[in-house]
């Protein structure tokens, strides 16, 4: 059966998709890709939809046989990664083939990475309509937890992927220090001063930041007084503690909190804002929701475009390795 074999995990490798949506009310997080702009372009690269299941990654990737004919692409933080011993280029789509051997170096700069495997991806169940891993409640994914040296990962054939000339990116490290929101459903309960201090920062992001949340150092904000009622948490809520400071909900965040929401960062700016490094400061900036509304939209834009490039300009050369069936013909010659 063909498949991928990890001979080191690297760091905090699970298997993520968009998520397991649809569920928050019943309890249960929605997870998935936690830079969900790499996770898609990284499936662009290689063909698949958007919804297929990429290796995520944390300041270090891991290292993987393959024993499968397939193409990879890689995005995300400069992961420095490397195919038999050669350096690749992120945002780049590579034919592999049985025996060859994938590794990386640590981050250069940013936090997570993304491999995506052509021919849709990790092959492993869906549960509750995702293949998401959230490790602390040791759901979906494979078994529930991170990858471990020996776990073996199906995968399908892919023998040839159209123009592979059109199928590559420059990697360009995301620029300046401001993070863009809008207003948190409690803004008005905050003082002007305590608000003034979160827009003046500067933060940095702490040593205490997961999948479930980064908490940021830097002023220590008034808080509001008045108590309030659980309500549902939103990824990119920017929560402040009891102690006065900001905590950034991201994929694996709880499903419900009491903490007031000052801000929400746009959706269009998480991808930037999780690739931050500890030692980055960082700003907020505020905008409209009609100013958000259209960058997510222009983000989307973007990928849309860039896989109808890639689709328009198929069958330009080079063009990938074989066709399936000669493929299929030569191992029957072999394995006889």
């Known amino acids: 059966m063909p498949h991928i074999e990890i001979i080191n995990s690297g760091l905090s490798t699970t298997i993520q998709d968009l998520g397991r949506t649809g569920h928050q009310a019943k309890g249960i997080p929605v997870s998935g890709a936690i830079d969900q702009y790499s996770h898609r372009l990284a499936n662009i690269l290689v063909n698949n939809s958007e919804k297929s299941a990429t290796l995520e990654f944390s300041i270090l990737g891991p290292t993987i046989e393959f024993n499968v004919e397939t193409f990879i692409a890689i995005t995300g933080g400069d992961s ?12 780049t789509t590579y034919p592999v083939k049985k025996g060859d051997i994938l590794a990386f170096h640590p981050m250069k700069s940013g936090r997570f990475g993304y491999i995506a495997f052509a021919g849709n991806g990790l092959q492993v169940e ?4 995702s293949r998401s891993t959230n490790t602390r409640l040791n759901l979906g994914g494979y078994h529930g937890r991170a990858l471990a040296k020996g776990d073996s990962l199906t995968i399908d054939n892919c023998y040839q992927m159209p123009s592979l000339v059109n199928r590559s990116l420059p990697w360009n490290e995301p620029t300046g220090n401001s993070i863009r929101f809008i207003k948190g459903p409690q803004w008005n309960m905050f003082s002007e001063s305590a608000k003034q201090m979160f827009k003046d920062g500067p933060f940095t992001i702490s040593s205490q930041a997961d999948r479930m949340g980064f908490r940021l150092d830097g002023p220590t904000l008034e808080i509001p007084q008045k108590n309030m009622l659980s309500e ?33 960062i746009i959706g269009a700016d998480l991808g930037k804002f999780v690739q ?39 069958y330009q050369y080079p063009i990938g390795p074989i066709r399936k069936t000669s493929k299929k013909i030569e191992e029957m010659i072999f394995n006889s």
């Not at 420095?80 to 945002?91: C, E, K, Q």
Request: no cysteine; aromatic share 6%; glycine share 6%.
């Open 80 to 91: 420095a990664p490397i195919l038999n011993d050669s350096n690749i280029s992120l945002n």
């Open 126 to 129: 869906s549960i509750l309509g």
């Open 232 to 264: 549902g948490a939103v990824l990119g809520n920017i929560q402040i503690t009891r102690a006065g400071q900001p905590i950034a909900l991201l994929a694996d965040r709880q499903t419900a909190g009491g903490y007031p929401v000052i801000a929400t």
């Open 276 to 314: 931050f490094s500890s030692n980055s400061p960082l700003l907020f900036e505020e905008i409209s929701l009609k100013e958000a509304t259209a960058a997510l939209r222009s983000q989307y834009h973007f990928l849309s475009e860039l896989a109808d490039s890639i689709y328009q300009k198929r």
